[in-house]
């Protein structure tokens, strides 16, 4: 059988470069960042250029490979932010002893919201992981943290007793697909082409109902004997 290994994810190509050292640079950079956002959104990762980022932005071509030396490493650099913004809203509600399960569902919720906020770079990552072998690689190793976060629930999960039987990583990659995937359709691309009753509220509550219910329940009880 096939093993994948999880590899952490490197910065970006433009990480270190000496322009983000100053305060104007860290604004500079979040320029581009904050136009790339509304550029991927707007016209989709593909068809933006640089020069429609730096427009975006109100800065130079020049200016912008003073910070990344591609699109695709502006792409990445967005890709970790919202990673860390995800893994540490995802964390919260468990840290605040909440029930698994009431954790789950305000987890579930802060990723709808940071998706929302964050659209436009999520787009261009849902795109360039389709045909960008690099960047898919390097998306892959960022995903890979959370898949192994996500584990570590399941595993926790069935030493109470739960989902017995399922392997910890599959099911954290199974459902960490469907929450992205169906943040993709409804908020990237306007929905499923059917007729159904549609808002915040019930799309967070069917995907924590369908999270909870994919790992608290319990096998049948033993066959008295």
Not at 54 to 72: D, L, M, P, Q, R
Not at 137 to 142: E, G, H, K, Q, T
Not at 148 to 168: F, N, S, T
Not at 179 to 198: D, K, P
Request: proline share 4%; net charge neutral; glycine share 6%.
């Amino acid at each position: 059988m096939k093993k994948h290994t999880i590899v952490k994810s490197r910065p970006s190509g433009g990480a270190d470069r000496p322009a983000k050292s100053t305060r104007k640079g860290r604004e500079t950079d979040r320029a581009f960042r904050d136009a790339a956002r509304a550029v991927f959104a707007r016209e989709g990762y593909f068809n933006a250029k640089i020069s429609d980022i730096a427009a975006e932005a109100g800065k130079s071509v020049a200016s912008f490979y003073n910070y990344y030396e591609t699109k695709a490493d502006l792409l990445i650099a967005l890709a970790e932010e919202f990673h860390e913004e995800a893994t540490e809203l995802a964390v919260l509600p468990f840290r605040r002893g909440l029930s698994p399960e009431d954790a789950l569902r305000e987890s579930v919720a802060a990723f709808w919201r940071t998706y929302a906020r964050r659209r436009g770079e999520l787009i261009g990552v849902f795109q360039a992981s389709m045909l960008e072998e690099q960047f898919r690689d390097r998306w892959l190793a960022i995903r890979a943290e959370a898949i192994e976060r996500i584990a570590g629930e399941v595993r926790r999960a069935q030493r109470h007793g739960y989902c017995p039987g399922l392997d910890p990583v599959l099911t954290a990659s199974a459902l960490s697909a469907m929450l992205e995937h169906f943040c993709y359709i409804w908020q990237a691309q306007g929905g499923e082409r059917t007729e159904t009753e549609f808002d915040d509220e019930r799309a967070v509550d069917t995907l924590a109902t369908i999270w909870v219910k994919s790992i608290y329940w319990r096998g049948d009880p033993p066959e008295q004997t």
